[in-house]
């Protein structure tokens, strides 16, 4: 089962989550990725016949907020942690506009 | 033309009307200075836990509600995945596995007085992004104020078949969602957005035609406009014996064409899962009955209860529940005791002019209920002419109450018989021509005869009394 990720599928993912990284970088970290999948995997080997899914580990349902707006005050604070700021927005490389 | 069969899919967002946001108590608030609505959760910061807002998931089971959908009792939120700068935490939560609401319908009428059916697939409450703006200089702006706006996403079934059928979807869509309250349901603001799926494929095909994806479409005009081009440009394709890719084009106003924005590659990869930090919801019967008994009347209950209750006509109870505005708006005239068809020609004549010509939403217009009522009633009781109630119409468009400015403006209707008579008897020496017309049998010589005294009184004189004080004085000569 080791190393069974393919190539494709570690540059697919990089790509997804917008990482850029050259040929040799790939290679290194296909495998690295491959043997975390690898580790996880053994999961696959308890036996789960019968238990319910565990979507959150809590067994709290229904918590819910009643619908109060809370002004946070802090958007000075939270632009101050941005990388770069133009007229109170966060300033970001150029979009290519692939989206919308 | 007719070789091919065309299949359109609808995919409508609806931005709810909330206080706060969907997972966090930022508040909700169009035109705000930007990034003033946002704090941590907002922004994705490490360690922070989102909250789910009651009212976000109660708008969801209210739309599934009023399009005859099933609502889900075992929902869990799900986790879409993908970057941009909009979306700082790098995911978007939805409800892709268990969608507040699913299997429902929409009744359109179509142009022949027939009724399809168009099915609805499924209805999610999920979040919006936040807004980018370009800059053309290198780079981009963030506002983050919409991001966690809470949505419902309304997906129809394919059963849309031509481009008249998906514009009459959206407007009733837009009806039945707007009289919930939960949304504005406005195309130009942004608070209702169309995505289309369109597809053609030659009649008797086992299988659908590869589908265009169609955004950047903001009215519904548009959307069938669209419609109207994708329809034909895939037809020559097929015709011209070329293949549809599977593609995203933008709808280009000035051109009235679509063009092209990606050609999509194998399908999205958003790796989906279960929301780890929200808790997962039951919803009761109880629960469910709750929200309903909350729903304001449907429209289709109004026009029933027009009709029946009020004599309207099927056409005018369909203008007065156009809008969820107009609908209260109406019910609340006649509840200050106007009568209920006067109110109505009001609201379709007058008030519509009104709002067409100012191109103003009736609530923001200084007109009330109350004084409309009072209007009615001035004229009702013999007050004011018709013809002097435009002008207090006009007043109260400014905000003008109408009796003060009646009073004010000397506008009360000329009823006095000691006075009118001497009037009266004046006109008709002066047109013997049309006493004796009228003697002769010619009903229309009364006519006349009305028209010359509402002049001599520049139109304040009372018409039902004038009639019988003619009639009267007619009998005598």
Same mark, same amino acid.
């Given at each position: 089962m080791s190393n069974s990720l393919p190539r494709e599928d570690a540059a697919h993912v990089a790509q997804l989550a917008k990482l850029h990284f050259s040929d040799q970088q790939l290679d290194v970290l296909t495998g690295q990725l491959a043997s975390i999948l690898d580790l996880v995997e053994t999961l696959n080997e308890v036996d789960t016949e019968g238990v319910e899914p565990t979507y959150t580990v809590s067994n709290n349902v229904n918590v819910l907020r009643e619908d109060l707006a809370v002004k946070s005050g802090q958007k000075a604070a939270l632009l101050a942690n941005a990388p770069e700021t133009q007229d109170g927005q966060i300033k970001v490389p150029a979009i290519i506009d692939e989206e919308s | 033309m007719s070789s091919f069969e065309t299949t359109i899919g609808l995919e409508v967002h609806i931005e709810l009307k909330t206080k706060s946001k969907a997972f966090s108590p930022s508040p909700v608030n169009f035109g705000d200075p930007a990034n003033e609505n946002t704090n941590v959760i907002d922004w994705g910061y490490p360690g922070v836990l989102p909250s789910a807002n009651k009212a976000?998931?109660?708008? =969801?089971?209210?739309?599934?509600?009023?399009?005859?959908?099933?609502?889900?009792?075992?929902?869990?939120? +799900?986790? !879409?995945?993908?970057?941009? *700068?909009?979306? *700082?935490?790098?995911?978007?939560?939805?409800?892709?596995?268990?969608? @507040?609401?699913?299997?429902?319908? #929409?009744? %359109?009428?179509?142009?022949?007085?027939?009724?399809?059916?168009?099915?609805?697939?499924?209805?999610?409450? &999920?979040?919006?992004?936040?807004?980018?703006?370009?800059?053309?200089?290198?780079?981009?702006?963030?506002?983050? /104020?919409?991001?966690?706006? *809470?949505?419902?996403?309304?997906?129809?079934?394919?059963? @849309?078949?031509?481009?008249?059928?998906?514009?009459?979807?959206?407007?009733?869509?837009?009806?039945?969602?707007?009289?919930?309250? %939960?949304?504005?349901? !406005?195309?130009? &603001? =942004?608070?209702?957005?169309?995505?289309? $799926? @369109?597809? #053609?494929?030659? %009649?008797?095909?086992?299988?659908?035609?590869?589908?265009?994806?169609?955004?950047?479409?903001?009215?519904?005009?548009?959307?069938? /406009?669209?419609?109207?081009?994708? &329809?034909?440009?895939?037809?020559?394709?097929?015709?011209?014996?070329?293949?549809?890719?599977?593609?995203?084009?933008?709808? +280009? &106003?000035?051109? !009235?064409?679509? @063009?092209?924005?990606?050609?999509?590659?194998?399908? +999205?990869?958003?790796?989906?899962?279960?929301?780890?930090?929200?808790?997962?919801?039951?919803?009761?019967?109880?629960? %469910?009955?709750?929200?309903?008994?909350?729903? *304001?009347?449907?429209?289709?209950?109004?026009?029933?209860?027009?009709?029946?209750?009020?004599?309207?006509?099927?056409? +005018?109870?369909?203008?007065?529940?156009?809008?969820?505005?107009?609908? /209260?708006?109406?019910?609340?005239?006649?509840? /200050?005791?106007?009568?209920? !068809?006067?109110?109505? $020609?009001?609201?379709? =004549?007058?008030? $519509?002019?009104?709002?067409?010509?100012?191109?103003?939403?009736?609530?923001?217009?200084?007109?009330?209920?109350?004084?409309?009522?009072?209007?009615?009633?001035?004229?009702?009781?013999g007050t004011i002419s018709t013809k002097q109630a435009k002008k207090v119409f006009t007043a109260i468009t400014e905000g003008k109450d109408p009796k003060a400015y009646v009073t004010e403006n000397g506008l009360v209707q000329l009823s006095d018989p000691s006075k009118l008579t001497p009037m009266i008897s004046q006109i008709l020496d002066n047109n013997q021509q049309s006493v004796d017309d009228f003697k002769g049998g010619k009903d229309r010589a009364i006519g006349y005869l009305t028209g010359q005294v509402m002049k001599s009184t520049h139109g304040n004189a009372n018409p039902k009394v004038v009639h019988e004080l003619l009639l009267a004085e007619l009998s005598k000569r």
């Amino acid at each position: 089962m080791s190393n069974s990720l393919p190539r494709e599928d570690a540059a697919h993912v990089a790509q997804l989550a917008k990482l850029h990284f050259s040929d040799q970088q790939l290679d290194v970290l296909t495998g690295q990725l491959a043997s975390i999948l690898d580790l996880v995997e053994t999961l696959n080997e308890v036996d789960t016949e019968g238990v319910e899914p565990t979507y959150t580990v809590s067994n709290n349902v229904n918590v819910l907020r009643e619908d109060l707006a809370v002004k946070s005050g802090q958007k000075a604070a939270l632009l101050a942690n941005a990388p770069e700021t133009q007229d109170g927005q966060i300033k970001v490389p150029a979009i290519i506009d692939e989206e919308s | 033309m007719s070789s091919f069969e065309t299949t359109i899919g609808l995919e409508v967002h609806i931005e709810l009307k909330t206080k706060s946001k969907a997972f966090s108590p930022s508040p909700v608030n169009f035109g705000d200075p930007a990034n003033e609505n946002t704090n941590v959760i907002d922004w994705g910061y490490p360690g922070v836990l989102p909250s789910a807002n009651k009212a976000a998931l109660e708008g =969801g089971m209210m739309a599934a509600l009023a399009l005859n959908a099933q609502i889900s009792r075992d929902v869990h939120w +799900d986790r !879409k995945n993908y970057v941009y *700068p909009d979306n *700082p935490k790098s995911y978007q939560v939805t409800q892709q596995q268990t969608p @507040i609401g699913h299997d429902g319908y #929409v009744e %359109i009428q179509m142009p022949d007085g027939q009724t399809k059916r168009i099915g609805i697939k499924e209805l999610h409450v &999920e979040e919006d992004a936040g807004k980018n703006s370009h800059s053309g200089k290198g780079y981009s702006l963030v506002d983050l /104020n919409r991001q966690g706006t *809470p949505l419902v996403e309304i997906v129809s079934q394919p059963d @849309i078949t031509s481009p008249e059928e998906a514009y009459l979807y959206l407007e009733k869509l837009r009806q039945l969602i707007q009289f919930t309250g %939960i949304s504005d349901v !406005k195309m130009q &603001e =942004g608070s209702m957005r169309v995505d289309i $799926n @369109i597809s #053609v494929r030659p %009649i008797g095909a086992a299988k659908f035609g590869t589908k265009v994806e169609i955004k950047n479409v903001n009215s519904f005009q548009y959307a069938r /406009n669209t419609l109207i081009y994708e &329809e034909e440009r895939q037809r020559e394709e097929l015709m011209a014996g070329h293949t549809i890719g599977q593609e995203t084009r933008r709808f +280009d &106003e000035p051109t !009235k064409s679509t @063009i092209l924005m990606r050609v999509k590659e194998g399908a +999205d990869d958003y790796r989906y899962f279960p929301e780890p930090d929200l808790p997962p919801i039951h919803v009761s019967d109880a629960w %469910i009955d709750e929200v309903r008994s909350r729903l *304001p009347e449907a429209a289709a209950t109004r026009v029933h209860r027009y009709m029946t209750e009020f004599g309207l006509s099927d056409k +005018d109870a369909a203008v007065l529940t156009q809008t969820l505005e107009m609908a /209260n708006f109406f019910d609340q005239t006649v509840a /200050n005791g106007a009568d209920p !068809k006067r109110a109505a $020609n009001y609201l379709i =004549g007058d008030v $519509n002019a009104y709002l067409n010509e100012t191109q103003l939403d009736l609530q923001n217009t200084k007109l009330t209920a109350v004084n409309l009522a009072e209007l009615i009633k001035l004229i009702d009781d013999g007050t004011i002419s018709t013809k002097q109630a435009k002008k207090v119409f006009t007043a109260i468009t400014e905000g003008k109450d109408p009796k003060a400015y009646v009073t004010e403006n000397g506008l009360v209707q000329l009823s006095d018989p000691s006075k009118l008579t001497p009037m009266i008897s004046q006109i008709l020496d002066n047109n013997q021509q049309s006493v004796d017309d009228f003697k002769g049998g010619k009903d229309r010589a009364i006519g006349y005869l009305t028209g010359q005294v509402m002049k001599s009184t520049h139109g304040n004189a009372n018409p039902k009394v004038v009639h019988e004080l003619l009639l009267a004085e007619l009998s005598k000569r």
